[in-house]
């Protein structure tokens, strides 16, 4: 039973195309997250939903768009991809005021050639 | 905004006793939160503290000082298997968003 789905685990694609990674939680959370982890292991937030409604958006490019259809989805759509843009994805889903904080999924290793 | 300070390497033996500090500046504490991440994985919870004082989890233990800014975790009787990244992470009053520290890799050998 996972309880924060993402896929691909893996996506390597060329510089210029559009690409997107798709996450699922059954945990029934109600917010949702968009986390990179670049070379140096950092994992920064992107992106936060909370019941379908955008809560947080930090400084990244509009290359980048976040679609969540329902609170138990959030997919991330990237536009005109960049080498720059190679790092590891994490979804990550919570309760709005969790003690427990996160629980992430496995992560997409995005590598732009 | 926030600032979170961790070592970004320690070392340890197996069966010792290791201590990874974490201090942090917030604007609004609402909790912080330890997460283990093994090479090529995700980060998983590992603690949270929003009191004062220390939380005691098996092997694992997670201090708080908000007066200070500070937290540590301590891992006791080290294990082969706990060689991996620690990440600090502080979530701010009036939203659930977790700020994350650079992490600390530890290496534990025999």
């Known amino acids: 039973d996972t309880a924060v789905s993402q896929t691909p685990k893996y996506l390597v694609t060329q510089m210029g195309n559009d690409k997107s990674i798709k996450c699922e939680q059954n945990?029934?959370?109600?917010?949702m997250y968009w986390y990179k982890q670049d070379s140096k292991k950092f994992l920064k937030i992107m992106f936060s939903?909370?019941?379908?409604?955008?809560?947080i958006n930090e400084t990244v490019p509009n290359r980048f768009s976040p679609k969540s259809p329902d609170k138990a989805h959030l997919n991330l759509h990237i536009n005109s991809l960049e080498l720059g843009d190679s790092a590891v994805y994490f979804c990550?889903?919570?309760?709005?005021?969790?003690?427990?904080?996160?629980?992430f999924g496995s992560g997409t290793r995005l590598t732009v050639v | 905004g926030q600032n979170i300070d961790q070592p970004t390497e320690m070392t340890a033996t197996e069966g010792a006793i290791v201590q990874i500090n974490c201090t942090y500046q917030?604007?609004?504490?609402?909790?912080l939160f330890w997460y283990q991440q093994h090479a090529g994985e995700a980060p998983t919870f590992l603690s949270y503290?929003?009191?004062?004082g220390l939380e005691e989890k098996g092997r694992f233990s997670s201090f708080l000082s908000r007066s200070k800014g500070y937290s540590y975790l301590l891992l006791k009787e080290l294990q082969m298997k706990d060689s991996a990244s620690y990440l600090c992470?502080?979530?701010?009053?009036?939203?659930?968003?977790?700020?994350f520290g650079t992490g600390t890799q530890l290496k534990v050998e025999l």
């Open positions: 990550a889903s919570s309760q709005a005021s969790g003690g427990r904080g996160y629980t």
């Open positions: 945990l029934g959370h109600d917010t």
């Open positions: 917030t604007s609004g504490f609402n909790g």
């Open positions: 939903y909370n019941n379908k409604e955008l809560i």
């Open positions: 503290n929003v009191l004062d």
């Open positions: 992470a502080v979530r701010e009053r009036g939203g659930n968003k977790l700020t």
